[in-house]
């Protein structure tokens, strides 16, 4: 008998060593899958950041008794999974430690980005709750508020509730998840209004409401282009960062094409470097990559309008070689001496550099903070502002290049001397205002106007104070004349007015207030000289059916000559 025990005992010892091997297999893949509880017994509930367990569903679809059984990584409740995940699940557990059940509830306020959203409540291992969120109809569904998934839950006391959430994608995933209790849900839902997004969008609608006026303003084509850009811009901002579900409560399918600004604003941005820098006139190389570029934008566009979520997929990698390929050919123009690249430079740096922290989120390589998830709209904004300077500075160099070529055509057309109109310039204006007198059947004189003994002032004095005489008179020819009238000088002493609307008495009434004024004047050429001049005028009305403007100043001439045999110092008419 004593032997016969022995001989069972290596038996009942393997035994025993297989069940612990078991319940040790057993709690190790327990653990493997069940992240810890939050505790939520205390006076309040306000979690936000907190351990969540992650599953990437490939089989498509797992159901719920399948998903619990299953091992979950440790992840947070902000996770960034990338865009290789269409169906994820999320576990949440919650050990209420309180004497009293807890009324919770979950909030998902990135939900407006995803397809659909199940969640299942679980206690005891029974499923005790469920709830499903279609969001191409989720506009009155009773969860849905403003975008943001709210699931009322309760937590036993002593008790512990864990929640199962299925998120089926459409082209990255999008997740995040808060536990609250009564009084903080309701304050998240009233805090949770955008008002930094609605800021950035109103700033962009502003800069697109001035550059649509500037467009107008001066049919500048890079204004029409801004402009576009700018408002692909707010479409993706205010798509991505939930202010369309927030304003219009509208979610799925319907507005999830509106994605496709994605790359409506790079193909605008291209196509406003190529026409702010002109590249293609002056940097052909340049502009030949960008086209390449363009492109593989339109390509994406095309296809998006067919497949849009097959075209996010790629998305963020062309976003990376857009921005590569256009601080490239930045670079590249700036070392070409451009005076405009260098401001672009700035705030595509910006661009470059919000944007990059946001693809490594998007494919997560980069735990989400403010900065990451809201990179994309930041960049846009500090690029579009640098844009706007961009814009403003080009306008500045335009009106001054305008104004150089105005000036150029004022000295081009003016008497340096006296500052009259030069012979060249009064001949062509002249015939204008001749046909215009024409067409109005209104009168047109001329007053011819030479210096009396002009040859002798130089003679006596110098060239130095023939030219003091000479700016006197052009000074007495501009204070007596009317402001309408076409002031010249042709050569020398001579000088002659065309007065539109004036008929030979008028013009002879003004050439005597000249004659008169000149002759009262006293130019002070230097220290104890003082010189007095007078001036003989000839006036001739213009025959505008019958004359030109030259003929009727060789007869206002005549009248001149005549007026200098005559003793000078006095106005004659041509008859």
Not at 450 to 467: E, L, M, S, W
Not at 511 to 528: L, N, S
Request: aromatic fraction near 10%; proline fraction near 3%; charge should be negative.
């Amino acid at each position: 008998m004593q032997l016969q025990e022995i001989s069972f005992a290596p038996r009942i010892l393997a035994t025993l060593t297989m069940k612990v091997c078991l319940l040790l297999l057993w709690v190790i893949s327990f653990a493997a899958h069940a992240a810890p509880a939050l505790d939520v017994g205390g006076p309040q509930v306000r979690l936000t950041d907190f351990p969540v367990g992650y599953l990437v569903d490939d089989s498509q679809p797992m159901n719920y008794e399948a998903a619990r059984e299953q091992a979950y990584a440790p992840t947070d409740s902000t996770p960034a999974p990338g865009t290789g995940a269409s169906v994820t699940w999320h576990r949440i557990a919650l050990n209420n430690s309180g004497a009293e059940a807890k009324a919770l509830f979950l909030h998902m306020p990135a939900a407006f980005q995803v397809r659909g959203v199940t969640i299942y409540e679980e206690r005891s291992q029974r499923l005790v709750g469920q709830a499903e969120v279609d969001l191409n109809s989720a506009r009155d569904n009773e969860l849905m508020h403003r975008g943001t998934i709210v699931y009322p839950f309760s937590v036993p006391a002593g008790e512990t509730t864990v929640l199962y959430i299925r998120s089926q994608l459409y082209s990255h995933q999008w997740f995040e998840a808060e536990i609250y209790d009564d009084k903080h849900s309701r304050q998240a839902l009233a805090a949770g209004a955008h008002l930094d997004i609605a800021l950035l969008v109103g700033m962009m609608l502003a800069l697109v409401f001035y550059n649509g006026l500037l467009y107008l303003a001066t049919s500048k084509k890079e204004n029409i282009l801004y402009s576009l850009y700018l408002i692909s811009g707010v479409v993706w901002i205010a798509l991505s960062y939930g202010l369309i579900a927030q304003a219009f409560n509208v979610y799925g399918d319907a507005v999830f094409i509106l994605n496709l600004s994605v790359f409506t604003m790079p193909i605008f941005l291209v196509l406003f470097m190529m026409v702010i820098f002109e590249t293609r006139e002056f940097y052909v190389t340049e502009h030949r990559i960008l086209q390449g570029l363009l492109a593989l934008l339109v390509a994406g566009f095309c296809y998006g309008l067919f497949d849009i979520e097959g075209a996010l997929i790629p998305a963020s990698s062309l976003a990376a070689l857009m921005m590569v390929t256009t601080l490239s050919v930045s670079v590249s123009i700036w070392r070409k001496g451009n005076p405009l690249v260098k401001f672009f430079l700035v705030g595509h740096s910006f661009f470059i550099v919000f944007n990059a922290f946001a693809v490594l989120f998007y494919k997560g390589l980069m735990e989400p903070n403010y900065f990451n998830s809201y990179g994309v709209g930041i960049g846009i904004v500090m690029e579009a502002i640098t844009l706007a300077f961009i814009i403003s500075y080009r306008i500045k160099l335009l009106e001054e290049i305008r104004t150089q070529q105005d000036e150029l055509k004022r000295q081009a057309a003016t008497d340096p001397l006296t500052q009259l109109y030069n012979r060249r310039y009064f001949v062509a204006e002249g015939e204008s205002l001749a046909e215009q007198a024409r067409t109005l059947g209104v009168p047109l004189s001329v007053i011819t106007l030479d210096i009396d003994h002009f040859k002798a002032v130089n003679d006596t004095y110098g060239h130095h104070a023939g030219d003091l005489v000479l700016k006197a008179v052009a000074g007495n020819l501009q204070a007596f004349s009317r402001d309408r009238d076409l002031v010249a000088r042709f050569g020398g002493e001579e000088f002659v007015i065309l007065l539109p609307g004036a008929d030979r008495g008028e013009a002879e009434r003004c050439a005597e207030r000249i004659r008169g004024g000149v002759e009262g004047d006293v130019v002070q050429a230097a220290d104890k000289v003082s010189i007095r001049v007078t001036v003989s005028l000839g006036v001739a009305q213009v025959n505008t059916a019958a004359e030109s403007v030259e003929e009727a100043v060789n007869r206002a001439d005549k009248a001149l000559y005549t007026a200098k045999t005559g003793g000078r110092n006095r106005v004659c008419c041509a008859t």
